[in-house]
């Protein structure tokens, strides 16, 4: 029999990949509660072998509950180490499957291994004879992979006051190398509403005043205020435009479609909606007011009204802001062990990180799950080799959070020393 080249002694490993098989085996697709709840309760279980108090809370959610799991040490109290999940998945289960070092199964990668690799992290301190930091809080949401009410309310409650954040979302690969999160994008949400003056297209053209036409145009310039690499983007999302029958009594107005009815007319109305995404709230403000700048100059120029409605804004998270530090820290735990991580600084989805309390003040590490490839589709599969890499590293850096200071921008949190701790060992 072929001697294992994990990084984890073998009845650890094979603990946890028989623990991911069971996960996947539970359909808990976004709004499947049963199925998140068994999800939530198996991992509880599992946390409780390791001194965590484990609590599902029924959280209220559009007219029901939803269940958060949450996980807490001894000392979790205004200062925790919170580390955050979801349980919920894209699609429905379907039975997983393994070739190989790939594990193929529905939430296999995003993001059942995220928990696995945790239990496997605290089961390896086990085995050293350490425990995990006192502090330790782990929260698991309900709804990340849909609206994400609940996932958004639980970040913010629970990260107010953290001394870090760790993420068990997963990484990703890049060639030989995986990646740490430390940098996503925020977001702004608009709406621009235009109004023309309708005409007889054959009788009175050039008396008319296209709302379309105009919408066309806002839309090609705000497409180019968009730059490639660190600049800001502009997406257009949708472009509704035509007669005010149509525009503003949909669904009824879709009866018009493939139709000749109302062709004749130069359209009205308009109404565009879309987001613009940003690595910083300046950068963000910035490219939104250029928006409102065209939008006026357009209702001057094409001689329609232009309103610019600016919804919901979601912050970034600042690469090198107050968790650069940990971050570097745990490039250098993951070199130490043979592997090398490289830094996305620059991505684009929204998650956990982007609703934390005060994102540029506490200190993150996002993207700490192990990579695979498929992700929302039935495809989706973990690389079962890394993640035993990122249970080790885990580990190793649950252990260094015990003992150290981790600096934030209000000034130091330390972490309380865990008594018969023997500080990191291998």
């Given at each position: ?216 145009e806002w839309c090609g ?126 991505r684009g989805g929204v ?76």
């Amino acid at each position: 029999m072929a001697r294992s080249t994990s990084p984890l002694p073998d009845p650890i490993r094979e603990r946890a990949e028989a623990l991911l098989t069971e996960l996947c085996t539970i359909s808990s697709a976004t709004g499947e509660n049963e199925g998140v709840r068994r999800v939530a309760a198996r991992l509880a279980r599992e946390f409780s072998r390791h001194g965590l108090r484990c609590e599902i809370r029924e959280v209220p959610d559009n007219g029901s509950t939803s269940p958060v799991l949450v996980a807490s040490g001894p000392r979790a109290g205004r200062h925790p180490l919170l580390l955050l999940g979801h349980l919920d998945t894209v699609l429905p289960a379907c039975p997983p499957s393994r070739t190989g070092e790939r594990l193929v199964g529905t939430g296999a990668l995003d993001m059942k291994a995220g928990f696995v690799m945790l239990v496997a992290a605290l089961d390896l301190l086990a085995q050293r004879g350490e425990r995990p930091p006192l502090d330790l809080l782990v929260v698991a949401v309900p709804d990340e992979e849909a609206e994400g009410r609940v996932s958004e309310m639980a970040a913010r409650h629970f990260s107010s006051g953290a001394r870090a954040v760790l993420v068990l979302e997963p990484g990703e690969r890049r060639g030989s190398r995986e990646t740490l999160v430390v940098g996503r994008r925020g977001l702004t949400e608009w709406r621009l509403e235009l109004t023309g003056r309708a005409a007889h297209s054959g009788l009175a053209f050039w008396e008319g005043r296209s709302a379309l036409l105009a919408a066309a145009e806002w839309c090609g310039q705000a497409h180019r205020l968009s730059r490639p690499g660190r600049g800001a983007t502009v997406n257009m999302a949708r472009l509704l435009a035509g007669t005010h029958d149509f525009v503003d009594a949909l669904p009824a107005g879709a009866r018009l479609l493939g139709t000749s009815s109302q062709r004749n007319v130069v359209p009205d109305r308009a109404i565009v909606e879309g987001e613009t995404r940003f690595l910083s709230l300046a950068q963000g403000s910035r490219i939104v007011a250029r928006l409102a700048q065209l939008a006026d100059r357009l209702s001057q120029r094409r001689g329609v009204t232009a309103t610019l409605n600016i919804g919901t804004t979601i912050q970034p998270v600042d690469p090198c802001g107050a968790g650069a530090e940990l971050v570097q820290r745990t490039v250098e735990l993951a070199a130490a062990r043979g592997f090398e991580l490289e830094i996305e600084d620059d991505r684009g989805g929204v998650s956990f990180p982007n609703f934390l309390a005060e994102p540029s003040r506490i200190p993150v590490v996002d993207g700490l799950g192990p990579v695979g490839g498929g992700m929302h589709t039935r495809e989706e599969f973990v690389d079962l080799a890394s993640l035993a890499r990122r249970s080790l590293l885990l580990a190793d850096l649950l252990s260094f959070l015990c003992d150290h200071l981790v600096p934030t921008k209000k000034g130091p949190h330390r972490a309380r020393p865990r008594p018969g701790g023997r500080g990191k060992g291998g």
